[in-house]
């Protein structure tokens, strides 16, 4: 087990930067996930701590172990690639016991931990088989013992579900889960998808383009975004964003169709009468009030069952809005009126793009 | 059951086409059978093209010749194409994997000037290099000799391997070596313990490739080999059908005999040519 520092990570290829200058502390035994969208360089950060990618500048710690120029196999992490990666010539026990017997380890150890490993995964009646004679479920599961059966000092995974269908994939998040809690090893998980961030991680770290846009525990980080680029990529639906100006009395933002209070307190001293700001708003935090300060226009409703969506405009800027599923839905062209509650307005800066508050 | 009809008559019409260019591709073939198991040795003004007496006389006397001094030639001449191929096949293949590797995997200065020359030498028929080769030869005082050959043929294999197995490595995926450097290997250990295994299929086709070119090889052997002992099983079936003598019998036995291996081995590596080998690796 180890804690993982970063240390002013820089890595360019080509013309592309794709990190630029990355600080991060990982305490040992957390569960970090690495966040983004495409080309965002979370690959690329997860396959430098790997030592798969020489880093332009910057440090890896492992512990306190400098390992920014050592090779993979000096490292003591192990990974489970997107594509499993495993040995095609060789048996499930053999592919378990790979890094094993590189690593000169007794055979009665490899037999215990393969064991063990097949046990925890419940992937015993495999064990004789070759990878392609498994279903993509079980080969997942493989190249997680594989990684399990190493005892690394910490897990690197990159993007392990993406190529699972979506009934096995929620399965298989809780099994990472309750490896993670079993095993308490730090353990650093790359996904594109918002869901296996926020129900994995005990820490976020949301990345754009080669830089820590916010770090911190999920739940913090969906609830007080520091940027209209988080705010937008954690959540589904989309926040929406509607341009609008502080008013007078410091408490409330205006728009044409809108009128709503925020938290004057978190804003005090950031904002100023008459300033021009983008207000998000999260579809699930509208709800249909006669007197709400939004006056929403519907174009599609989307029924999902217990809740549907409706997509439509708040003045000219399209918005969605959240709907109980057991009401009377709207019709399209119908004029909703709704509110949302005050620490649920987030003001950002329509320069900078980052929370004023 | 007009549209039935209709299909009936494309069925046919296929079929008709099959069986033809089966007939035309066998016809010869079976002329040679034909012309093998005859003892009378020469080819009959006849359209049949099976044999009217049946006879094996022209294969034991191929299998059982012998020079002047009591040698057997045709062991002999067997041992030299078997060896000369063979050898051919493991040194093309044992420089053209290394290299073919890191032309896969590595960007380094001239690796495409290397790809472009290798091409080029592809592009030149081999016998234009007859007359320099036969004098490098002499020079070396290699002609005449197995060693000399092989020098000869694995250079000119060694670019087709090299190609054939670039293709291989590159469609082997990154991720399995990375794997297993992550789980503790050396780049070396990594090639030599994931990828060669998951390359075997195209490194058993590459070398029977190898394999075959040599064994049929007849002009660079012809022009590097006089003495009798010497020959590959080739030149010496083209004897048989000299300027004074024309043995069609023992020819054609004796082009059935050299035909035999490959078709064995060709036969033995058939479950490698079936590719997918990495299938279920990556991916689900």
Redesign the interface.
């Given at each position: 087990m180890a804690a993982v520092t970063l240390r002013a990570l820089r890595k360019t290829l080509g013309e592309n930067a794709i990190l630029r200058g990355i600080d991060l502390h990982l305490n040992d035994g957390e569960f970090v996930v690495l966040v983004g969208p495409s080309g965002c360089g979370k690959s690329t950060l997860l396959r430098t701590l790997?030592?798969?990618e020489e880093p332009d500048s910057g440090q890896v710690l492992l512990g306190d172990r400098d390992v920014t120029l050592r090779?993979?196999?000096d490292?003591d992490?192990?990974?489970v690639?997107?594509?499993?990666?495993?040995?095609?010539?060789l048996t499930v026990r053999e592919n378990l016991a790979?890094?094993l017997r590189?690593?000169k380890t007794p055979e009665a150890e490899i037999a215990r931990r393969v064991a063990r490993v097949a046990e925890m995964l419940s992937i015993a009646s495999l064990l004789d088989r070759?990878?392609?004679?498994?279903?993509?479920?079980q080969?997942?599961r493989v190249a997680m013992g594989?990684a399990i059966a190493?005892e690394p000092s910490v897990f690197?995974f990159d993007e392990p579900l993406s190529?699972?269908d979506a009934a096995l994939r929620a399965q298989v998040r809780v099994e990472i889960k309750k490896v993670h809690q079993t095993l308490k090893t730090t353990m650093i998980y790359v996904t594109h998808d918002q869901v296996e961030a926020m129900t994995l991680a005990d820490r976020l770290v949301v990345l754009s383009a080669g830089t820590v846009e916010q770090e911190g525990p999920p739940l913090e980080v969906y609830r007080r975004p520091a940027s209209m680029f988080v705010a937008s990529f954690l959540g589904s639906p989309a926040m929406n964003f509607v341009a609008a100006t502080v008013a007078p009395d410091l408490a409330r933002v205006t728009a044409e169709g809108l009128s709503l209070g925020f938290d004057a307190a978190r804003f005090r001293g950031k904002v100023s009468a008459g300033q021009s700001v983008m207000v998000g708003v999260r579809p699930h935090d509208v709800s249909r009030r006669p007197d709400g300060g939004l006056r929403f226009t519907v174009d599609v409703v989307e029924p999902m069952g217990f809740e549907a969506y409706a997509h439509g405009r708040v003045g000219e800027t399209p918005f969605v809005m959240r709907l109980d599923g057991h009401d009377a839905l709207p019709a399209p062209g119908d004029q909703l009126s709704a509110a949302a509650d005050v620490d649920s307005v987030h003001i950002f800066d329509p320069v900078t793009r980052k929370a004023l508050g | 059951m007009k549209p039935r009809r209709i299909a009936w008559g494309v069925e046919f019409l296929s079929h008709a086409i099959a069986v033809a260019a089966v007939a035309f591709a066998l016809y010869p073939v079976l002329w040679v059978v034909s012309l093998a198991l005859n003892p009378a040795g020469t080819p009959a003004p006849r359209a049949a093209p099976w044999p009217e007496v049946l006879s094996l006389v022209n294969f034991r006397a191929v299998v059982s010749s012998s020079n002047s001094a009591g040698e057997w030639l045709f062991g002999r001449q067997l041992l030299n194409s078997v060896l000369v191929s063979s050898a051919t096949a493991a040194v093309s293949v044992l420089i053209a994997t290394p290299a073919a590797y890191a032309l896969a995997r590595f960007r380094f200065v001239g690796e495409r000037t290397a790809m472009k020359a290798l091409l080029a030498t592809q592009m030149f028929p081999g016998v234009a290099t007859a007359v320099p080769l036969y004098v490098m030869l002499d020079t070396l005082k290699l002609l005449d000799t197995r060693a000399g050959l092989v020098l000869v043929y694995a250079t000119t294999a060694l670019p087709f391997a090299l190609f054939q197995l670039r293709g291989a490595f590159e469609a082997i995926p990154r991720d399995l070596e990375e794997a297993a450097m992550v789980d503790g290997a050396t780049r070396w250990q990594a090639f030599v313990l994931v990828v060669l295994p998951a390359a075997r299929p195209a490194i058993a086709v590459t070398c029977l490739f190898a394999f075959m070119a040599a064994w049929n090889e007849f002009i660079l052997a012809a022009t590097f080999l006089s003495r009798e002992s010497a020959f590959t099983l080739p030149v010496a079936l083209q004897r048989y059908v000299g300027e004074y003598d024309a043995a069609w019998g023992r020819f054609a036995a004796g082009a059935i005999l050299v035909s035999v291996p490959v078709m064995a081995i060709f036969y033995a590596v058939q479950r490698h040519l079936v590719g997918g080998l990495t299938a279920g690796s990556v991916k689900g």
């Open positions: 790997a030592g798969l090779p993979p196999r490292r992490v192990a990974m690639f997107q594509s499993y990666a495993l040995y095609p010539h790979f890094g590189l690593r070759l990878p392609k004679d498994m279903s993509g479920g080969r997942q594989r190493r690197l190529n699972l | -």
